[in-house]
């Protein structure tokens, strides 16, 4: 993972991007894939919540 992100790095600075801009710019696309990561665990629950209900309501 660290040559990957080293990688990634250079290419950003080879495309003319600068230490600050790069490092913002992972921060950001982190905390992004955090708060997807959440959000798409909420929304396994409530499906999850939404089948149970329906089965009960059914009487299986």
Do not use: P
């Amino acid at each position: 993972m660290e040559r990957a992100f080293q990688d990634l790095v250079e290419h950003a600075e080879r495309a003319g991007w600068d230490t600050i801009e790069i490092t913002v710019a992972l921060q950001s696309l982190s905390d992004h894939h955090m708060l997807m990561k959440a959000a798409d665990a909420g929304t396994d629950a409530m499906i999850a919540f939404a089948n149970e209900r329906r089965r009960m309501l059914k009487g299986d």
